[in-house]
């Protein structure tokens, strides 16, 4: 596991199955009373992590069904702006990209939407990613212009994780909207890399 992850931090060995069962059981027999508690155990186990799996549990009970009360928009800048800077590497972001800060997108635009145009343009590689693949899952709902500044800030890179995303957003979105995407990627030709292009229409042809 530590070898395919490429993580400086070593595992338990605990499968993703095996974790999941795991995280079920303690979370419901030790309930948190209240947020700073909650808040403050998902620290204390991101923190003090000796293996990966630990980091895993502080970001399982970032979502866990009981504690979705909790979830606001200061975690974005929060705790979440920690675990992306701090672990970055795709096991962490994308989680916390996708399936956490996504919904407070969706939840609250005006106030995350001005995070993630922040975050396209930081110095650290995980908070652009980020800022590019947090509407995975919007369909329809999808903010074609926070997409459009996303991507259109971060052409230039050459690293593959943002290209591999850019190309990612965009054919999720090419399932709801396919001519939106064409005509997105028509116009960037000369812009967009090759792996990203080909991922945007991988599914939908030009």
Known sequence: ????M????PY?????????????????????PDRATWLRAIELLWRTA??????????????????APYHRVDLVTGIYAEIVAVG?????VDEIAIRRIGPLLRAEP????????????????????TAIICQIG??????RDLLTFVIDANTNGQDFFIRKAIGWALRELAKRDPDWVRSFVADRRA???GLSQREALKNIGP
């Open 50 to 67: 000796t293996h990966r799996e630990e980091r895993y549990a502080a970001i399982a009970l970032t979502g866990y069904p009981a504690y």
């Open 138 to 143: 919007h369909k329809e709902a999808a903010d």
């Open 88 to 92: 970055a590497w795709w096991d962490y």
């Open 12 to 32: 338990y060995g605990v499968y993703a199955s095996g974790q999941k069962a795991l995280f079920a059981i303690v979370f419901a027999n030790h309930p948190l």
């Open 110 to 129: 005006g106030a995350v939407t001005p995070i993630m145009r922040a975050w396209a343009t930081d110095a650290h590689l995980w908070k652009r990613r």
């Open 1 to 4: 596991m530590q070898a395919y």
């Open 6 to 9: 490429k993580s400086a931090m």
């Open 191 to 193: 812009a967009l890399s």
